[in-house]
């Protein structure tokens, strides 16, 4: 079975419906097992990361990058950077604000630039953009026109159960295709 | 009179509406004289941009960063780098691209860089997001909800005729908010 | 007065020598009183904030970005934020790691993203690069080639007192640039 | 054959060197063959570029971002990007500047955000730090303190000639790293 793990933090319950979609569509790929593990509960779950193939990495993009409390999390990894424990594993992200843009490419940039840190090789969406022409929609996948993870929008006036279909099926892609690189490159370092 | 500078290049003429919007809102300012600069045209320029006390920069997105034409020009200012002649000047940058995110910031961000290595002040947006609640919509200033610079976003099967108006009202509201800044960030070096 | 704050983190010491070196630089302007504040207490700061016409922001660069308690910080300020208390204030930042790149730029592209979230105005480093000739060295000012703030680089087998002085002055030159801005500004706002 | 291309631009020399200092780690894994691309001559090299398992991507970073020679190369690439067709493909980067930080990661974060618009999968550069302790010195590899890709510095008053042997060789160890990876990620390809 090939690994996938993914760890989030969410604030008001957004970036967890986000996270719950990507751990769908990774968990529905033939000979895989993906866990769904929040920051709050992260110290009992190092060793399921060690064991990952791929770990998708998700927050909300406070004030124009990811939240602290998943920074508080990026920082303890600095064990495990320490030993390049995470050194091939493939990564991904995934990140959620107010507005359309919200900066949330900060966010991404910021989970890459730590994902090379950690020596890991970096998953892009695999989307082409949606909500583009004339006769697109809010109801596109990939509406928002990411490319780096997965980008949702929620209205700051509206809980999760307000989040738009296209974002969440957006986030379930992500997972799928994270997990269908991993089952593939997993096979080909049995192989090597 | 404070003057001020816009340069921008356009591909296919929804930068340039962009730009002209920008321009209009700079030029609305009581006792600012803007110029409205296309890179094609630079060369015959530089005279203007010495003597500028903001010069505005805008372009495309292409392929994730700012269109090439434009980069040439930000290459040829490595003249101006290497005497400082930038020094302390304001700046401010607008983009646009097809998609609602389209990776705009990164634009926006690769801006502000070269604007530090002039050594000029960057100003920000300074409007809130629209379009980020269940009673909002594309027609609200704003409704990319970008911070760093004003973002523009082109239908890719529509000419710039059918540009939103609040895109171009939130690239006028730069020109106007860079404009004030200016004036009084002038009149404080008059006075010292 | 002009008044200038500095918030800072700093996990061994080594950005809180950088964060007094930014303080000494500032408070050595005319006419200007400069305000230390580390993020451990800045609860009893906010006050203060309110009041600076520039605040300038300081933090290690741990994995990549800003250490998590500068980022509790900031995802604390977005109280400011939904008043825009702090529109127009200028803004500046330093970063410290151990090693010479060491993604530092990220750092302060997250600090700018964040600024102009809060509708701030940036000010950048205004020195030219030391250390990047054949007559060059690590003593140089800026030696760490940085524009859009003042970085620093530690030696991860050694404590704060090892810091290069040549860091330590380009942390000093950006509180002295930033409160000179700051002083011309305010005169500007009082005039007007 | 696992095939490796690179496509580069030099303006003075520096880059080039880095550039043949990949192509050379590349082609020293077995069962790999790497290409060596300049952008000016890579009209005759679409059909390498289509049939290469991974792309590594290099140019000197000028005022902040990448040349604008190579934007030209990048923006033409919009043709690729219209049929998605090196989606999945691996891909990595490297850049040079006068200066130790020079703002060198802002080319790389552009190169990782051109690469994921292109749907491609990031090789980080996979070295820890050197040039970062007491006992360490420019002669460590990867001096410079980078991991999203390789960097160099070349003295602004030297030839490529001049270049520090620790960059090629950290320019060689990516070349070496992508094709490891390629050939692994190929013969996963094939037996899928």
């Given at each position: 079975?090939?690994?996938?793990?993914?760890?989030?933090?969410?604030?008001?319950?957004?970036?967890?419906?986000?996270?719950?979609?990507?751990?769908?569509?990774?968990?529905?790929?033939?000979?895989?097992?993906?866990?769904?593990?929040?920051?709050?509960?992260?110290?009992?779950?190092?060793?399921?990361?060690?064991?990952?193939?791929?770990?998708?990495?998700?927050?909300?993009?406070?004030?124009?990058?990811?939240?602290?409390?998943?920074?508080?999390?990026?920082?303890?990894?600095?064990?495990?950077?320490?030993?390049?424990?995470?050194?091939?594993?493939?990564?991904?992200?995934?990140?959620?604000?107010?507005?359309?843009?919200?900066?949330?490419?900060?966010?991404?940039?910021?989970?890459?630039v730590f994902a090379n840190q950690q020596?890991?090789?970096?998953?892009?969406?695999?989307?082409?953009?949606?909500?583009?022409?004339?006769?697109?929609?809010?109801?596109?996948?990939?509406?928002?026109?990411?490319?780096?993870?997965?980008?949702?929008?929620?209205?700051?006036?509206?809980?999760?159960?307000?989040?738009?279909?296209?974002?969440?099926?957006?986030?379930?892609?992500?997972?799928?295709?994270?997990?269908e690189v991993a089952r593939q490159f997993?096979?080909?370092?049995?192989?090597?």
């Open positions: 079975m090939t690994k996938i793990a993914i760890v989030y933090h969410s604030g008001y319950g957004h970036t967890a419906e986000q996270a719950k979609a990507v751990h769908h569509g990774a968990a529905s790929v033939n000979g895989v097992t993906a866990k769904l593990i929040s920051v709050a509960d992260v110290d009992n779950h190092w060793n399921d990361l060690d064991q990952a193939e791929a770990i998708i990495f998700g927050a909300p993009t406070y004030m124009g990058s990811l939240s602290a409390p998943f920074k508080g999390f990026m920082d303890a990894s600095s064990k495990v950077w320490f030993t390049q424990g995470w050194k091939d594993k493939l990564a991904a992200g995934f990140t959620n604000s107010g507005s359309q843009s919200g900066d949330k490419l900060n966010s991404l940039v910021q989970l890459m020596s890991m090789i970096w998953v892009s969406l695999g989307l082409m953009p949606g909500n583009n022409s004339s006769k697109g929609s809010a109801n596109d996948l990939n509406r928002i026109g990411s490319y780096s993870g997965a980008m949702s929008q929620s209205n700051v006036d509206q809980g999760a159960e307000a989040m738009l279909d296209s974002d969440l099926k957006t986030a379930e892609h992500l997972g799928r295709r994270v997990a997993q096979a080909a370092r049995v192989a090597a």
